[in-house]
């Protein structure tokens, strides 16, 4: 592959979005470890690098199929040949349900999220005009208060009215905890990570126990994997986040700097005095998160690789700008990599990722779901 | 137009970015007639909307050119016929120079920002190997403390070395008052736009008593350009979010909620009992601006257009997650208007405009400029 695109990252324009291959290659290999060790189903979340490159890559690694969020996730990815497919996102409107029976049509094996009776009637009656069936997976609520319903005998109720539809059938439940973003330590993560197992596990048993198999119980953030995931009875893992990982999971605790994946290579615009440095990254390439749904251990919008000097103080749109404590030996047009506070929004922003091994250019791949948002 | 795509907005999937046609030639307009009245030329931002159709809409109601951050986005309005571009961004990269270069191999008048002596140095290197000189105009800071030199003696002095340099012409001096965003309260705004004004013409006035000619002064983000346009000596205005407007600039008091021309439509995913409502439009669609430059005057993460009673609290990348004041008659799948809080990046987030008036489809127009952002 170097043979054939032998050019150094330092020799591209800016800013650009670089993997690095061998890291992602290691973070892929590490979530398929831990799941092949603890006899569980990894299904990944694409929605972090929307990639059918790296969507292929985590299938060979083992994955058993890809989560989604949004319906032309789904539709991207299928065409890129991945056959399992869940779309974890409560869906009720027939205009995105006629496409998932596209999905259907296609002999995609797609499973749609639910959490009200309500979205039930939808799906029954959309489905009604076609000659399929689909699986349906009940997301319960496991503290994040986003959507879901509450455990227990609330999905215990919701499971009873899938029995009566006969255009659906249940296939698990699950839970997304995206409210260990928000956690201050890694205690809390872990804290966190039993309760999100917990409330998959109470609502499978408690379903068991009212005659209904649940067969897939599925959780798993990129922060809670490793916990949740060990919990007795659950099933599968979902993590997205940590093909890639970012300057939040750092300030999480959940990776280290050296396992980040994707980096903004950025360049120098000027300096001003010894205090003021531009990058020419602003909001546009590096987003404004400084954490979701809380998180705010991470200092300034994205960590500058081997510059521990600086720190990027404020973005416009196109300016980052960065304040230097003390000293720096970066001059105008310098590049320098920058690890984003939130790798998947950030991939959003960009059309391609120019993929290296050690600094040298051996690939491009398309960001191929980048703002197929519907 | 009507009759070749006759659909109602509430038909079309979501999110989809739309345009209210009738509101964007309003906005237009009165940029346009503010510069004609002050007999002061009007060089609008593109990077708001970064589209070729609204950019030649500007240049068809008087505009004398337009103004761009990026390299990208010059090639990119340049191909679609657009001949007076100034590149108010300091730039100094041999590669991005080379790309300079192509615009005037094309006959664009291109004007690019300078803002060190240093950076000059790259750009008499580069031009020196061409036919070419390149006009170009230099940044003062007035306040923003992101680029630029500090007015009077020392734009005199960059004034002085471009004098210097053989493919080098000084056109004009600039300045952008991007901290006018932060604003308490629109009496400060006067203040800002006052300073603004002052810095442009203080570097002029310097610099014809040194002797050196200053044709342009040129000021103008869209919360001050009605002010620092107004001021004498003042020869140009470049505003660019004032063709869309936005929820910051209403919480500015620079625009009313009527003015805002670009919203996302959005659905109701689902309702969660009384207090909690959830659209599909999350930080990947409508971005997590809370207002440039420290402002804090929005409520949430954008305007629920006829839902004063909806706050969106929260932003996951695909949820946004609303409170309810009260009651709301919202429902599953209802369709909602949400007024970002930042135009410019939003419209960054999707590849096309649905343009209509008065709800009903007439036009699609391209993002032509969307993530060109080298």
Redesign the interface.
């Known amino acids: 592959m170097r043979k054939m695109m032998a050019s150094n990252i330092q020799e591209l ?4 979005l670089l993997v690095d291959y061998k890291k992602l290659t290691k973070n892929i290999g590490e979530m398929s470890s831990f799941a092949r060790e603890q006899g569980i189903a990894l299904r990944p979340h694409i ?1 972090t690098h929307k990639s059918i490159h790296i969507a292929k890559m985590q299938v060979e690694h083992g994955a058993v199929g890809i989560t989604v ?2 319906v032309d996730e789904a539709l991207v990815m299928a065409s890129g040949g991945i056959k399992d497919i869940l779309i974890a ?8 349900i006629k496409r998932i029976v596209q999905l259907l049509q296609e002999n995609i094996n797609v499973k749609l999220a639910v ?2 009776v ?2 039930l009637k ?1 799906l029954q009656k959309e489905l009604e005009e076609t000659p399929f069936t689909l699986e349906v997976w009940i997301k319960v609520n496991s503290g994040l ?3 879901g319903v509450e455990p227990g005998k609330d999905a215990v109720k919701l499971a009873q009215a899938i029995l009566f539809l006969s255009k659906l059938k249940l296939g698990g439940i699950f839970t997304h905890a ?1 409210h260990s973003y928000g956690a201050t330590s890694y205690y809390k993560i872990e804290q966190i990570g039993a309760q999100e197992a917990n409330a998959v596990i109470e609502s499978a048993n408690a379903c068991e126990a009212a005659g209904i198999p649940i067969s897939v119980r599925s959780v798993g953030s990129t922060p809670t994997y490793r916990i949740a995931g060990k919990v007795k009875g659950i099933t599968e893992i979902r993590p997205g986040n940590a093909a890639f990982f970012d300057s939040i999971q750092v300030g999480l605790g959940v990776a280290k700097e050296e396992d980040c994946a994707l980096t903004v290579l950025a ?1 120098v ?2 300096k ?1 005095g010894e205090e ?1 440095i ?1 990058f ?1 990254t602003g ?3 590096l ?3 400084k954490g ?2 809380g998180n705010s251990t991470v200092n300034g919008f994205g960590t500058v690789v081997g510059h521990e000097e600086i720190t990027i103080e ?1 973005l ?4 980052g ?1 960065g304040t230097i404590n003390g000293h720096t030996n970066l001059q ?2 310098d590049k320098v990599q920058i690890i984003p506070n939130h790798a ?2 950030v991939a ?4 391609e990722y120019v993929v290296h091994d050690d600094g040298k250019v051996i690939n491009r791949w398309k960001v191929d779901a ?2 197929m ?2």
């Open positions: 324009d800016t800013p650009t929605k969020a949004k996102y409560p869906i009720a409107s027939p205009q995105k959490d009200s309500e979205q939808y208060n986003r959507c995206g360049s615009v000027s001003y003021r531009v020419d909001s546009k390439a987003n404004l998160d979701a749904h404020r416009s749109e196109e300016h700008v105008m047009n998947c929004t959003n922003l960009f059309d980048r703002g948002n519907k």
